[in-house]
């Protein structure tokens, strides 16, 4: 099984720039969520889905949009990148966002911003 | 808004030594996960506890959650230098699916 993986793994853009940030899992894992980890820094919610078709705020989701149309990919979009979300993305998938249930990493996207 | 922390934010241990982190959140938590992230690494799951006062054991790791739900510690006995790396406590807010992660304790081992 592959688990959890994110496309690119480095990514260097402009300010004002749009990208997306690709994530699927193999695992038919319900729940899907997006982090970002600043340096030094834990780990904040960006935005998660409990489903294919729902999708909700985490904690920082301002300048970030997210869309689950199948169960597999969980892609995160930057609108116009901007300086302040350089940083390192994890995407993570787990059975269902209920208790009992460990979240499944990826191995990151590490994203500059110019 | 709601926030985990976690103390301490360092700490250098001599091997051998034995290491423990608190993590303390402002709400209460349905259940509290902890993960372990090696540098350069993602966040690898390592234990979860769901009852209130639970305590468990996984080798030289000891994990206990608070009576109120709102505390835990992960203890290390005796470590070593493969223990290096930032410990997270996570969990979901009471009746939601949002999950907050600690602030994180990173580890290092002198050999």
């Known amino acids: 099984n592959a688990g959890v993986t994110q496309t690119p793994k480095f990514q260097v853009l402009k300010t004002g720039q749009s990208m997306t940030l690709q994530c699927a899992q193999d695992?038919?894992?319900?729940?899907m969520s997006w982090y970002r980890q600043d340096p030094g820094m834990g780990l904040r919610l960006i935005h998660y889905?409990?489903?294919?078709?729902?999708?909700d705020q985490g904690e920082v989701p301002n300048g970030y949009n997210v869309s689950r149309s199948t169960t597999e990919d969980f892609p995160l979009r930057l609108l116009s990148a901007a300086p302040s979300q350089t940083s390192v993305y994890f995407c993570?998938?787990?059975?269902?966002?209920?208790?009992?249930?460990?979240?499944?990493f990826g191995d990151g996207t590490r994203l500059s911003i110019l | 808004g709601q926030q985990v922390m976690q103390i301490p934010q360092y700490q250098h241990v001599q091997e051998g030594e034995d290491f423990t982190t608190y993590c303390n959140s402002s709400?209460?938590?349905?259940?509290i996960q902890w993960y372990k992230q090696r540098p350069g690494g993602h966040p690898v799951f390592l234990i979860q506890?769901?009852?209130?006062?639970e305590v468990k054991k996984q080798k030289r790791l000891t994990f206990q959650f608070g009576e109120a739900k709102k505390n835990s510690s992960l203890h290390i006995t005796a470590t070593q230098t493969t223990d290096v790396g930032t410990y997270f406590c996570?969990?979901?807010?009471?009746?939601?699916?949002?999950?907050?992660f600690g602030t994180g304790t990173r580890l290092k081992v002198l050999a």
């Open positions: 889905s409990v489903g294919a078709g729902i999708t």
């Open positions: 506890l769901v009852k209130s006062g």
């Open positions: 709400t209460t938590l349905s259940n």
């Open positions: 996570a969990g979901p807010t009471s009746g939601t699916y949002k999950y907050i």
């Open positions: 695992m038919n894992h319900e729940y």
């Open positions: 993570a998938s787990s059975p269902t966002g209920g208790a009992g249930h460990p979240q499944h």
